[in-house]
């Protein structure tokens, strides 16, 4: 499901192609322009019905400039913040998944700087997600 995530921030937001500047999961290591990543941070919430899920994810916005990393987050914030009745495209042939419901855990938070001095803002959302 973090692949249809990844691709509906790429739809939706202005700039982003994943495998440039968005990516799920990971960063490459090479990568040094200001970036998105989605992380998956311990699966499901609560257990699971069939065809449905409540999952959480991470989205780390990283820059050279603390203002540019603000920015990117509050706008994914933006967007998935309170968000119902999303569609997610289909990454995978076949398999569609139907968010019901997308809330932060809390508003766009600064972890400080990484190992190369970049600016790193994270958000954490709770995801009600089912087959479609």
Excluded: C, W
Aim: proline fraction near 3%; aromatic fraction near 10%; avoid cysteine.
């Amino acid at each position: 499901m973090i692949k249809e995530i990844v691709s509906y921030l790429q739809e939706e937001l202005t700039g982003y192609i994943i495998g440039t500047n968005i990516f799920a999961g990971f960063v490459p290591s090479t990568i040094t322009a200001d970036h998105l990543v989605v992380i998956e941070t311990g699966g499901a919430t609560e257990p699971a019905l069939k065809d449905f899920v409540s999952m959480t994810i991470q989205v780390l916005a990283v820059a050279a400039e603390y203002q540019n990393a603000r920015n990117m987050a509050q706008g994914v914030y933006n967007l998935l913040h309170g968000s119902a009745g999303i569609t997610l495209p289909v990454v995978i042939t076949g398999k569609k998944y139907y968010a019901n419901t997308i809330y932060a855990i809390s508003a766009p938070q600064s972890l400080g700087q990484d190992n190369k001095g970049r600016f790193v803002i994270s958000t954490n959302y709770i995801l009600k997600i089912q087959d479609a």
